[in-house]
């Protein structure tokens, strides 16, 4: 689904990205790690379209993209979650949602009641506006969110960041489920180790813009993944 072939990456003069190589498969979790600033998120931005690469090449089942927008990324498939989430407050719940129909023909534009039951909160609040909702209640309506757009490249950048445990375990069976379905491949950046070891079938890991690990799951220790993670 998602080839990278030497991707480079540039804010103003300082370069963030240096050759980044990654692919992730449908029906596979492939987990992006490292710690804070190495260039997880900034990776994430060029997936998406929400920050052009400066080199490289970027393809969807075996299709160039070159520099397209996040908009018409969308369109072609890309579903992502940002860190933060970026949930409209004063909109409401079920509004949030909706607005993944604009990647969407208007023949789709409805709620598949699929979306609460994976999140039942969300139809318990979907007239509620966003801004009222708890950080893990928001952070399950932005994954909806990006779901509503019918996803074949899913995009999750640290989506345990700041959410109680409860929370955390409903989001991992989620992730799993949708895994399972074998329609998407799934990004998924992670700093909480064993939520990530947990779900993960590829790891690849950062260090100073560069990948430092690219490894399947069970071909490397669990320990070594683990220390590519150490400052």
Known sequence: MLDLQNITLHYGQSQILYDVNLQAETGKITC????????????????????AHSGGTYKLDGEDQGRAAAHVLARRGVGYVPQGRDIFPLLTVRENMEIGFACLDKSEHSLPEQMFELFPVLKEMQHRRGGDLSGGQQQQLAIARALITRPKLLLLDEPTEGIQPNIIQQIGRVISYLKDQG??????????????????DHFYSMRRGEIILDAAKGSVPKSKVLKTLSV
């Open 183 to 200: 329609e998407m491949a799934i990004v998924l950046v992670e700093q909480y180790f064993e939520f990530a070891y947990g779900l993960a």
């Open 32 to 51: 992006l790690m490292g710690t804070n600033g190495v260039g997880k998120t900034s990776l994430m931005k060029v997936i998406s379209g929400t920050h």
